[in-house]
């Protein structure tokens, strides 16, 4: 009676190891956030499915309205973007598309896909502090950049104004608080002239909608697949075998 007993204790051990409120899989059953995947087909975008799958619950129209726009608006920036780069040049190296979309992500590090989460932190600190100015101080002091401001290539970030518009609605309409919104344009202010860019506008969507930071990061990295995805997919029909970072007529300076 014990080894039954102690043998139940094990599986009971081993499935709890793997509990998970995100999902239920079990012969015939799929359900996601206690939610069967039938009833969920054909009746849910796929920006409320990441919200459900997230955070447990279904958003309103406006909330899902909202994040969708923020991940439309991250989906590429062209292959001068290293994480486009590489994945269009491991599509040519006999990898399989999935590891070509596997090292573009790979790439999306700090210093290239990181200022999202990095921004919206400086934002809670600007709302948690209450001084922007303060905070702007603090943070030029260590570092001469803040995340979300400024842009190598683009003056004025195009994708800017859409999205802080639809924060601004949001706003007026009592969707979202507010404060992180007022946070980002105080700081654009004191730093002007260097515009907010898609990493602060972005920012401002993801924290608004109550989203933590290091999600920020993850959400950019789903919506930046799908351009990775894409131009690794084009880069297969070109015909081109090993392509490196330059074409082989044109060779690196010595030194």
């Known amino acids: 009676m014990s080894g039954r007993a102690d043998e139940g204790d094990a599986v009971r051990g081993v499935a709890d190891w793997w509990a998970t409120a995100v999902s239920r899989i079990e012969p015939d059953v799929i359900e996601l956030r206690g939610q069967p995947v039938q009833d969920l087909i054909g009746r849910i975008g796929f920006a409320e499915l990441i919200w459900l799958m997230l955070r447990g619950e279904r958003p309103d129209a406006r909330r899902a309205a909202l994040l969708e726009a923020a991940l439309v608006s991250s989906v590429d920036h062209g292959p001068h ?3 486009i780069a590489v994945a269009r040049m491991a599509a040519t190296c006999g990898v399989g598309l999935n590891n070509a979309v596997a090292t573009g992500v790979n790439l999306l590090g700090d210093v290239h896909g990181g200022a999202g989460e990095q921004c919206v932190g400086l934002l809670d600190e600007v709302v948690r502090d209450g001084d922007a100015a303060a905070v702007v101080a603090r ?35 009592e969707v979202v608080p507010g ?4 946070a980002a344009l105080e700081v654009e202010r004191l730093i002007a002239p260097v515009p907010m860019n898609i990493d602060g506008a ?6 608004e909608l109550g989203f933590p930071a290091p999600l920020a990061r993850g959400l950019f990295v789903l919506s930046r697949s799908v351009g990775i995805l894409a ?25």
């Open 231 to 255: 131009h690794a997919w084009e880069e297969t029909g070109q015909g081109r075998r090993n392509k490196g970072p330059m074409p082989p007529s044109i060779l690196p300076t010595w030194i």
């Open 81 to 83: 973007a290293p994480s």
């Open 139 to 173: 943070r030029r002091a260590r570092d001469k950049y803040l995340p979300g401001f400024g842009h190598r290539f683009h003056t004025r970030d195009p994708r800017r104004d859409p999205l802080l518009g639809l924060v601004a609605a949001a706003v007026a309409d």
């Open 202 to 207: 972005t920012a401002v969507v993801y924290a």
């Open 179 to 182: 404060a992180h919104l007022r």
